[in-house]
């Protein structure tokens, strides 16, 4: 007889709040960064954390998408229309992390350089792909950029919902308290 999942597993809650950090930290970044003059002590360092934090959260979002296909995840509660709500959220949720990924890639390696992460490793280029590669990248990712933290606070508010209002489970599955 299979036993019923009621939370997510811990790798999963780790990764889960630790990409709604660097999410919301990365767009507070980005949206300084956009601003920051030539001249500025911050010009380099910032770019430079946000493109490594960047390849980083890339690469844990894979390895977050993979552990979940493999690992039992509890069910989602509610009713019929707010489970597939739900489903398409976090669906699009993941889409658009790629979209930011991708457009990300391409704004930091049109010109030809790799992006080096924390001096760790250096992601190479493909050069430009395409004309004006960095400036339609860059309106993709800034674009992206507020469609998630959009879908995020949605997930989140129907998160709370979900535990004042309804009472029911779904904050504590991520969080793993218990009733």
Do not use: C
């Not at 939370?7 to 990409?19: A, C």
């Amino acid at each position: 007889m299979k036993t019923q999942v009621t939370h997510y597993n811990r790798p999963l809650q780790i990764i889960h709040w630790l990409s709604a950090i660097v999410v919301i930290g990365m767009f507070a970044a980005g949206l300084w960064m956009v601003d920051l003059s030539y001249y500025s002590q911050w010009y380099h360092t910032v770019p430079y954390w946000h493109k490594s934090i960047g390849i980083l959260l890339a690469g844990l979002t894979l390895f977050r998408f993979i552990w979940k296909l493999v690992t039992p995840s509890p069910s989602v509660e509610g009713k019929p229309l707010e489970r597939i709500a739900a489903n398409i959220v976090h669906k699009l949720i993941y889409v658009n992390l790629a979209v930011i990924f991708i457009s990300g890639y391409l704004i930091s390696t049109a010109d030809g350089r790799g992006i080096s992460v924390f001096d760790w490793f250096t992601v190479p280029s493909l050069g430009s792909l395409f004309p004006r590669q960095t400036d339609i990248s860059g309106d993709v990712h800034f674009y992206a950029a507020w469609f998630l933290i959009i879908m995020v606070s949605i997930h989140a508010l129907a998160a709370l919902k979900h535990h004042f209002i309804d009472k029911d489970n779904t904050l504590r599955k991520m969080t793993g308290a218990k009733k």
